[in-house]
């Protein structure tokens, strides 16, 4: 398992795991699904020399995913839902 | 042309699911809140409902029971779609009438193939050629 660094570590277990985890996925994905679209009509109009910028910021992302379930997975406030 | 109508507060999400289902041949029909998704389904009898769970004035949950009590909208297949990854969710809307679930950031690759195992495929347009 990847560990966070010390400074997020403790702020993050302030925070109520769940909330936590929802407010990290959600700009998390408008970045991958923007990053994808955008690598999809970049291709469309040709203008392949963005495709790897693109293609960075769309691994970045994926990367901070697989983070946050490896440090997260299966946690939430005692009686959370939604 | 299969119709979908996406239920969900969050403006980015509309604007960027609505796009990319655009793209794969999908009309897509938006409501921003449980209420309008309801009455929306209801005037518009969607194929698909694509349903955001935490919605304001009433929630995904809420909205699914009373989409699938209500004769013209209940054959009408609804994915749940949440921001939370844990199996209690997936039971909860399953429990709620959801005919699949699916979590964000969405895959759109995977919740495609939801759909189409539920309605089969959109058209395709064009400009959706590319790979995904």
Redesign the interface.
């Known amino acids: 398992m990847k560990e966070l660094p010390k400074a997020i570590e403790e702020r993050v277990q302030h925070m109520l795991p ?1 909330d936590l ?2 407010d990290l ?2 700009p ?3 970045i ?3 990053s ?2 955008l690598i ?1 009509q970049v ?2 109009a040709g203008h392949e020399e963005f495709v790897p910028y693109l293609e960075k910021i769309r691994t970045a ?1 994926r990367q901070l ?1 697989e983070m946050m ?1 490896d440090n997260f ?2 946690v ?1 406030p005692p009686g959370g ?2 | 042309m299969p119709r979908i109508l996406l239920i969900e507060d ?1 403006e ?2 509309r604007d ?2 609505s ?2 289902l655009q ?1 794969k041949g999908y009309e897509v029909l938006i409501a921003v809140d449980g209420q309008r998704g309801v009455a929306m389904a209801q005037s518009e009898v969607p194929d698909l409902i694509l349903m955001d ?2 919605l304001p004035v009433i ?1 995904g949950w809420e909205a699914t029971r009373r989409l699938k009590a209500a004769g013209e909208t209940k054959h009408i297949p609804v994915i749940a779609l ?5 199996s209690t ?1 997936r039971d ?1 809307a399953m429990e709620a009438g959801c005919d699949d679930y699916d979590t ?3 895959e ?1 690759p995977r919740l495609l193939g939801k759909m189409e195992a539920l309605i089969g495929g959109g058209e395709k347009t064009s ?1 959706s050629e ?1 790979g ?1």
Do not use: F, V
Request: proline share 2%; hydrophobic share 35%.
């Open positions: 769940a985890l929802h996925r959600t998390l994905g408008h991958l699904g923007y994808e679209l999809e291709q469309e992302g995913l379930k997975q299966g939430r839902e939604s | 969050n980015l999400n960027m699911l796009r990319r793209r769970m935490s929630d949440t921001a939370h990854a844990m969710d909860k964000k950031p969405i759109l400009d590319e995904a």
